[in-house]
């Protein structure tokens, strides 16, 4: 059997190179030549503790699900025109048999897998079958330095979704990694009045500065949290003006956090959840980076090829000046 080359971790801090099966394109597939991978949070929590929250890795897994490459095979039903074609790779796999994914809500399928995610391999190999509607075709405008950042884009602008509208309105954002950093983008080229973000880095409230965010007080009629850190998502909620929305877009990083819920009842916010991306998410992101509405560059600190991804892993882990690292295969 014909075998890609890749990395898959075995346990905490046990990466190694290895082959995986490359399997045919089936029926609405097309294969992906990964050309680029950028690393998340979520594949260094794989990486530092062999877990991310209650998923465990239990065998060895490729890991990686921001990426984009070339369109090498296209399967039974599919063009055979896309060959050829650069894609940014949309990483989830919802069932699209329940009622969420047949209602278009396919991001909240209870099915739903995501490549990257144990025991599901990811996109640090030579290619990823995909279904052909998951792979976004890219312009030329979007070169292959940024390409692989629309994923996280993509989650930015599904939060802006959520959190709409923001035309006008006071938006706090709270944490400034590179999903704060482009929900900050996102929410300037959306018409915000202004977007105040907070973390506790320097260095990210730096790069927060150059992109536009400002310093200020509440009330905010809208706040993202893209920290998950339960005291950032508390003081959030405690800034909000009445009305006012609070989106839950990183992880919460306990399952019950305390939160002001008598605050939320007297003056009305709306409490909304917030999951990878929903339908039009990717092509949003991408008309946005190809228009250069968002600065995909300023977020890229470092880059490695594939048989650098475990040193790319401790950098992004030990060095807090990382925004986002890139594998370039
Ligand atoms: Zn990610
Ligand atoms: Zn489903």
């Not at 045919?24 to 992906?32: C, D, K, T």
């Not at 890795?57 to 984009?68: D, Q």
């Not at 279904?131 to 996280?152: N, R």
Request: net charge negative.
């Amino acid at each position: 059997m014909t075998q890609d080359k890749a990395v898959l971790l075995h346990g905490a801090r046990d990466l190694r190179a290895g082959r995986v099966p490359r399997g045919e394109a089936g029926p609405g597939q097309v294969r992906v030549a990964v050309r680029g991978v950028g690393l998340c949070g979520s594949d260094l929590h794989y990486f530092a503790d062999g877990r991310n929250g209650t998923n465990v890795v239990r065998a060895p897994t490729v890991l990686g699900h921001e990426g984009f490459g070339v369109i090498t095979e296209t399967g039974p039903g599919v063009p055979g025109d896309r060959l050829g074609e650069r894609v940014a790779i949309e990483p989830a796999a919802p069932c699209l048999r329940c009622a969420a994914c047949l209602s278009g809500r396919y991001n909240v399928c209870p099915n739903h897998t995501c490549l990257g995610s144990p025991p599901t391999h990811g996109l640090l190999r030579e290619s990823a079958l995909v279904p052909a509607q998951f792979a976004h075709p890219l312009p030329d405008s979007v070169p292959d330095e940024v390409a692989s950042l629309i994923e996280p884009l993509a989650v930015a602008t599904w939060a802006l979704d959520r959190g709409a509208p923001v035309a006008g309105r006071r938006v706090l954002v709270t944490g400034a990694g590179p999903i704060g950093l482009l929900v900050l983008q996102a929410a300037r080229a959306h018409g915000a009045a202004e977007v105040v973000v907070t973390d506790l880095s320097p260095e990210r409230l730096r790069a927060a500065a150059a992109l536009g965010a400002t310093t200020g007080e509440g009330p905010f009629d809208v706040a993202f949290d893209c920290s998950g850190a339960p005291p950032a998502i508390r003081s959030a909620a405690s800034a909000l003006a009445p009305g006012g929305t609070l989106v839950l877009v990183g992880v919460p990083g306990e399952p019950e956090p305390a939160f002001p819920l008598q605050l939320v009842q007297r003056y009305e916010f709306d409490i909304r959840g917030c999951f990878r991306y929903g339908p039009g998410a990717f092509a949003t992101a991408i008309a946005w980076a190809a228009d250069g509405r968002v600065d995909l560059a300023a977020l890229v600190t470092s880059r490695f090829s594939l048989d650098e991804t475990a040193a790319a892993l401790e950098a992004a882990l030990t060095d807090r000046s990382q925004l986002k690292v890139v594998i370039d295969l």
